[in-house]
């Protein structure tokens, strides 16, 4: 076979363990608070550590990639990965796993960084169309198949093995790069902005990290008011350098694009929005309320990630024949919907009254994806495509961990509040703060278990009822902000995203303003 396509199953490979372990992880959440008594703060950051390290490295490390070359940054990110993955199913405790989580995604950061540069290098013409779609394919299937290849591991093996599955699979991508894949650099590299990656690094983290403690800690605290002046100051001093700078790793400027600022408004709105939900979703269905097995809870997102998948080759097929806008507008449109429709559930239904929502946000996710990626580097020189799409992805992780930490902060307030109430008055009121730190980490029936020897039957029902309650109150609170963040991004791209932005390769559709954006991204 021709070292093209051997370069394409590795940097394939690399690139599906990277994206799924966004996903793959959160119907374990569940077991590793049980086995690692994690609380819900712990949880948080096994999604955000990931997600965090992840959209920091991503941007310094092309640029790394330009000065020192492509296949060894995407060989090292790929090492990296691999170990860390080794540590996290290996860790003891919540800390060791959190910074273990970090550590993959600096190489997950690494490999997503560097990845397209090694499949363009390798293909021209026709043949690059075609590995870029494989490229595209992939990514569906890593959000399709992530919560239920994690609920097949979890169940048969145990949270671990959503780790050390990355393992093997990361020595073969090792060897197939270091066997088959060229190496390539930039000839002229602009250089790496060191001090704009660590300001930005350092803000992302302070905003965060106030946004999952000050439940904890209360708002007032004078940590949490420090890390939010913090990511504030940080934040003004990312500008201010990256605007003096003649190769920044953000160039400002682009957000001079109005449909530029669309396509990154959408990417931080269906991330903080819909994807920013599946934590919460995945603590519903097992520990939470239902008690379902790993695995079952992975079935039940199958109307999501499923109809992602299918829906994706068909928008992708749609981008040259109608306007991208009413793609990335209506996608996340119907998003919006299909979290209204979620609202609601109340103590006693079944998981089913969520299918009509998750039905519809799942076509409205599939029409999202395919065309923001194009459209993100459309709209720009293509000497500036790689940052481009680089800025997108970034915007993407940016909403996840944003995301999760906000809705956790709301989360939280809901069900100690709603415990807090339907307890007054009865002997449980003094275990209310117990009880909403199991409820929020999906540990309610191992808390009542607890309870079981020193309260009675009718005690224990009492205090389910309510733990159920607060649960609900608190996830159908979260589905509205969502509703409202994925509508407020498709107001975003039907306002700002124009056909007149694209950079044409061939003829344009004046009648109906259809924007042919690039479709290899």
């Not at 299918?310 to 306007?323: C, D, E």
Request: glycine fraction near 12%; charged fraction near 10%.
């Amino acid at each position: 076979m021709d070292r093209k396509w051997w370069t394409l199953i590795a940097v394939a490979t690399g690139v599906f363990m990277l994206l799924i372990d966004v996903t793959i992880v959160n119907v374990a959440l569940p077991d590793i608070s049980t086995e690692l008594r994690a609380s819900f703060s712990d949880l948080e950051w096994v999604v955000n550590a990931y997600t965090l390290t992840l959209a920091s490295t991503l941007l310094v490390s092309g640029s790394l990639a330009d000065l020192v070359g492509r296949r060894r940054v995407f060989v090292s990110g790929l090492v990296l990965f691999s170990l860390a993955s080794l540590g996290c199913g290996l860790a003891g405790t919540p800390l060791v796993l959190n910074l273990l989580r970090g550590v993959q995604g600096v190489g997950g950061g690494m490999m997503f960084a560097t990845s397209l540069a090694l499949i363009a290098q390798a293909f021209h013409g026709a043949e690059r169309g075609v590995a870029f779609g494989v490229m595209g394919a992939v990514t569906g299937a890593a959000v399709a198949v992530g919560p239920l290849l994690g609920g097949v591991l979890t169940d048969v093996f145990g949270w671990e093995a959503v780790f050390l599955v990355n393992v093997p699979i990361g020595v073969v991508a090792v060897a197939l790069c270091l066997r088959k894949v060229d190496e390539s650099r930039d000839p002229h590299p602009a250089g790496i902005d060191w001090l704009g990656a660590l300001l930005f690094a350092g803000a992302l983290f302070l905003l965060v990290f106030g946004l999952v403690d000050a439940n904890k800690e209360g708002w007032g605290d004078t940590r949490i008011v420090g890390c939010f002046a913090g990511a504030v100051a940080l934040f003004v001093a990312f500008v201010a350098v990256e605007l003096r700078r003649a190769n920044p790793l953000f160039d400002l400027g682009l957000l001079r694009n109005p449909t530029f600022v669309g396509a990154s408004a959408v990417a931080f709105c269906m991330s903080a929005s819909l994807f920013a939900m599946f934590l919460y979703l995945t603590l519903f269905f097992q520990g939470g309320v239902l008690g379902l097995s790993p695995l079952q809870a992975g079935l039940r997102f199958l109307p999501i990630t499923g109809l992602t998948l299918l829906v994706g080759p068909l928008a992708g097929r749609l981008t040259t024949k109608v306007p991208v806008r009413l793609l990335l507008g209506g996608g996340l449109l119907l998003v919006g919907i299909g979290l209204i429709l979620m609202h609601g559930v109340a103590p006693g239904d079944a998981w089913t009254v969520l299918i009509p929502g998750f039905v519809i946000a799942g076509i409205g996710s599939g029409l999202v994806n395919p065309p923001l990626a194009s459209t993100a580097i459309g709209v720009v020189d293509p000497r500036r495509s790689g940052m481009a799409s680089g800025i997108n992805s970034t915007f993407r992780q940016v909403g996840i961990a944003s995301g999760i930490a906000a809705l956790g902060a709301v989360f939280q307030h809901h069900v100690s509040s709603t415990i807090a109430s339907g307890l007054a008055g009865t002997p449980g009121a003094a275990r209310a703060g117990d009880l909403s730190a199991a409820v929020t980490a999906g540990q309610t029936e191992a808390a009542l278990r607890g309870m079981a020897a020193q309260a009675s039957p009718e005690q224990v029902e009492r205090v389910r009822q309510v733990a159920h309650s607060a649960f609900l109150d608190g996830m159908n609170s979260l589905l509205t902000i969502t509703a409202v963040v994925a509508l407020v991004g498709a107001a975003a791209a039907f306002a700002l995203v124009r056909a007149k932005d694209f950079a044409h390769t061939g003829p344009r559709r004046e009648e109906d303003g259809a924007a042919e954006a690039p479709a290899a991204a």
